[in-house]
């Protein structure tokens, strides 16, 4: 099936430092949705990006789409340690099928 | 709005055996989604159900694997029989319509031994 691929795998952080996590694919995105997974918790949903060079803000949390729509990306600026958790994109398909990358997780030193 | 709601949350069960999770998505949500999340990966997706209707069961092992959603509201996820790399969450999620987003339920931890 068609994959999106994350990078990078892991990225551990001082707190306050920022992070980046990309999300790229081969093929045109009709659209991408990002998660947010707690340890021990369960997917929730951050945000979806539908247009080429759309850019989205949730506050410290900035959301790329390319303008290619080939690619987004997850800025978080100033970390906490309440951010902690794998991040995964999410592309839509045919169907609304929803198809997850393998997520970044990220950990955050106080 | 009540969440997703899933049972049970832990499941041990030996290889060979077989096993039943259910799922109570939220009230109004057409669609019905069971992922596997395997320790370390992402979700994969094993059927989507719209209303009572298999739209995508592409990845879902038939030979071990079933689910149904017959009133297109509670949906049931079967393995019979169970094997070691089934070991995994179970997912279900929820979402209102077309591209809207999922709302995941807590899951269901399986372990086989």
């Known amino acids: 099936g068609q994959q999106v691929m994350q990078i990078p795998q892991y990225q551990h952080v001082q707190e306050g430092e920022d992070f980046t996590t990309y999300c790229n694919s081969s093929?045109?995105?009709?659209?991408i949705q990002w998660y947010k997974q707690r340890p021990g918790g369960h997917p929730v949903f951050l945000i979806q990006?539908?247009?080429?060079?759309e850019v989205k803000k949730q506050k410290r949390l900035t959301f790329q789409f390319g303008e290619a729509k080939k690619n987004s990306s997850l800025h978080i600026t100033a970390t906490q340690t309440t951010d902690v958790g794998t991040y995964f994109c999410?592309?839509?398909?045919?169907?609304?099928?929803?198809?997850f990358g393998k997520g970044t997780l990220l950990t955050v030193n106080p | 709005e009540a969440g997703v709601a899933q049972s049970p949350r832990y499941k041990i069960i030996e290889k060979r055996q077989s096993v039943a999770f259910w799922c109570n998505p939220i009230?109004?949500?057409?669609?019905l989604y069971w992922y596997q999340q395997i320790l370390g990966q992402g979700p994969k997706l094993l059927i989507q159900?719209?209303?009572?209707?298999?739209?995508?069961d592409s990845q879902l092992p038939k030979d071990r694997f079933s689910a149904e959603r017959l009133k297109g509201v509670d949906s049931t996820l079967k393995i019979q029989p169970a094997k070691l790399e089934d070991s995994a969450v179970y997912l279900c999620?929820?979402?209102?319509?077309?591209?809207?987003?999922?709302?995941f339920g807590n899951g269901t931890r399986l372990t086989v031994t």
């Open positions: 009230s109004g949500h057409a669609t």
């Open positions: 093929t045109t995105l009709s659209n």
């Open positions: 159900f719209q209303n009572n209707g298999v739209v995508d």
């Open positions: 990006l539908v247009k080429s060079g």
């Open positions: 999620a929820s979402s209102f319509a077309g591209d809207s987003p999922l709302h």
């Open positions: 999410a592309r839509g398909g045919s169907n609304y099928k929803l198809t």
